[in-house]
Every structure is written in structure tokens, then in C-alpha cells.
């Protein structure tokens, strides 16, 4: 079956340093993959997004890199910053489906 | 630019009893989309809508789950007899309409519902 999983449940880092958060997926059939941070009691929110006929993405401090034979995805996130501190999800979508498949979280913790 | 709104952010009934859930998706938003999420675990789909029309109910379960996006008025999702294993975040998305093309899904703040 389809799946989306984590390597690391939970990353500590020092403020200011980088931190790379990885995601494995087993679908060949994804095309749409999605990074998303949740903070305690909330919603997840929205980071960045990839399609599969790319290789990385960039916004602003955070780059995505997909690499579809190995199916492998990370997030990087640059400086990291206490406020950076939450579970984050990454999250696939199969073509043809507007379902989400989530993995089961990384927390990240940054410490000062 | 109000995000995607969820009432009541929490909930508690008695086994037995009903719950219903509503979700107004973001300003020009015709897609709606219901996750739940259990403690320490990711989100796992349950439902996809579109006004009047459920699209994808792959992820409901066959029973006491309902779920409905009305010409007007909020999404609800229902859940009949609640047991305790029904306690979970309830998280709604919303989407934009875009023909062919996979958008991302903002999320609101969630329902957490308690089952005693």
C-alpha cells in the first residue's frame, strides 16, 4: 500500500544552525508533495510545495529536494530559529486524487 | 482575509451521542476536505467535497460517519452513537477550484473532540 514515512521523530538543533528534515514515500505514483508545520493545538500550516517533474524548490529560508529514485524528499530549513520549533509533515498526492497522504511527523526542537 | 474557520474548537459527548462539525472554507474556496489526526500520529484523509457533492469518501468509515458541503452554509461532518474511539483532532482543509491541477490545502485550527 501507499505510504509516506519519517526517518527521525524528533531533530534537536542549535539556534542558527540548519536543519534538514527527511521523508521517504513508497507511491511512484505521487506527483505532488507538500511540507507542512504544526505547532501545538493548531492547524498544519503550509510551507512549501514540490511537483514531481522537479528537483528542489526554494521560499524563503526553506528548500525542498525531491529525488524521485529513491524516492526520497527533505526539507531544509536555514538559520533555524526557536520559533521553527514544531512537528513537521510532509505529505504526498497521487495523481488523479486531492487526498493528502501525511507521514507521521518529525518534531523539531531548536534549542537556544 | 479570513483563513478556514472550524466550530466548536472543542467538543465533548458522552458515548452515545451525536457530533457535528462544521467548517467554512477560506474566501473563494470550493473544495473541502475533512483529516483526522490522532494523538502523536500525521493526519489520515477521510473525506473530499465539493458544494453538493461528495467527490472522494474513501478514507470515511462505512458507518455512523456522514458528510456534506450544502449550496450554502458550512461543510458538516457527522458523527452518530460516538464512541471513545472517536476521540480525535478533526482537521478541515480547503481548496481552491483549478481544473486539472493540484493545489495546496489550507487547514483551520481543528475540532478536538472528546469522548467521555
Known amino acids: 500500500g501507499e505510504s509516506v514515512g519519517l526517518h527521525l521523530p524528533t531533530l534537536s538543533v542549535q539556534e542558527g544552525d540548519n536543519s534538514i528534515i527527511n521523508c521517504a514515500y513508497s507511491?511512484?505514483?505521487?506527483?505532488?508533495f507538500i511540507w507542512y508545520k504544526q505547532e501545538s493545538g493548531k492547524g498544519p500550516q503550509f510551507i512549501i510545495d514540490?511537483?514531481?517533474?522537479?528537483d528542489k524548490r526554494q521560499g524563503q529560508r526553506v528548500t525542498v529536494l525531491l529525488n524521485k529514485t529513491v524516492k526520497h524528499l527533505s526539507l531544509q530549513i536555514a538559520a533555524t530559529q526557536p520559533g521553527d520549533s514544531a512537528v513537521y509533515f510532509c505529505?504526498?498526492?497521487?495523481?488523479?486524487?486531492?487526498?493528502?497522504?501525511f507521514g507521521s511527523g518529525t518534531r523539531l526542537q531548536v534549542q537556544p | 482575509n479570513a483563513g478556514v474557520m472550524q466550530n466548536p474548537r472543542h467538543l465533548v459527548r458522552r458515548r452515545g451521542q451525536e457530533a457535528r462539525l462544521r467548517c467554512s472554507p477560506m474566501?473563494?474556496?470550493?473544495?473541502v476536505y475533512w483529516y483526522r489526526q490522532l494523538p502523536e500520529e500525521g493526519l489520515k484523509f477521510m473525506v473530499y467535497?465539493?458544494?453538493?457533492?461528495?467527490?472522494?469518501e474513501s478514507g470515511m468509515p462505512k458507518e455512523r460517519f456522514s458528510a456534506e458541503f450544502p449550496k450554502e452554509g458550512p461543510s458538516i461532518l457527522r458523527i452518530q452513537q460516538v464512541v471513545r474511539g472517536d476521540s480525535a483532532a478533526y482537521f478541515c482543509?480547503?481548496?481552491?477550484?483549478?481544473?486539472?491541477?493540484?493545489?495546496?490545502?489550507?487547514f483551520g485550527p481543528g475540532t478536538r473532540l472528546t469522548v467521555t
Open positions: 467535497l465539493q458544494k453538493e457533492n461528495i467527490i472522494d
Open positions: 514540490i511537483r514531481s517533474n522537479m
Open positions: 507511491n511512484s505514483a505521487s506527483d505532488y
Open positions: 505529505a504526498e498526492n497521487k495523481a488523479g486524487r486531492r487526498a493528502l497522504t
Open positions: 474566501k473563494g474556496h470550493s473544495h
Open positions: 482543509a480547503s481548496s481552491p477550484r483549478q481544473q486539472g491541477v493540484t493545489t495546496e490545502q489550507y
